[in-house]
């Protein structure tokens, strides 16, 4: 596991150091760096659970408010979102955005059930 960690704290600080020419780069910045901190940590055996529910909780409600733009995409018959870099049109930035928030979620996830894993373990 922690080859595996240590690949995804790379993928996110890869994730973070291309954000620089999106709209709002600052928050999309952060949440990566934060991703690649939890998984960097988690190689060592480091879980710190309750920074983990708060970042899964600021993402499940982040990517909340993207759920009726990710739903107007797919109404639309789900149009090309990477035929461009530069995002043409709002439905293209936010279904990206959409699918970036899913990412981190899924890999908080992990950490979090590998958190639970480690605490049983300890026990």
Known sequence: MKI???ILCA???LFAAVQYND???MYWMLLYLYVAA???LAAFGKYYRPVLLGGLLICVIWVG??????INWVKMGTP??????KADTPYVELTREFFG??????A??????????ATIADQ
Do not use: Q, Y
């Not at 408010?65 to 990710?70: K, M, N, Y």
């Open 4 to 6: 595996f960690n240590l």
């Open 38 to 40: 939890m998984c960097g």
């Open 11 to 13: 993928l996110f600080i």
């Open 80 to 85: 090309n979102i990477a035929e461009h870099m």
């Open 23 to 25: 709209p709002d780069p």
């Open 65 to 70: 408010t993207l759920v009726p733009d990710f």
């Open 101 to 106: 928030l899913l990412i981190c979620i899924l």
């Open 108 to 117: 908080l996830v992990f950490l979090w059930r590998r958190s639970r894993k």
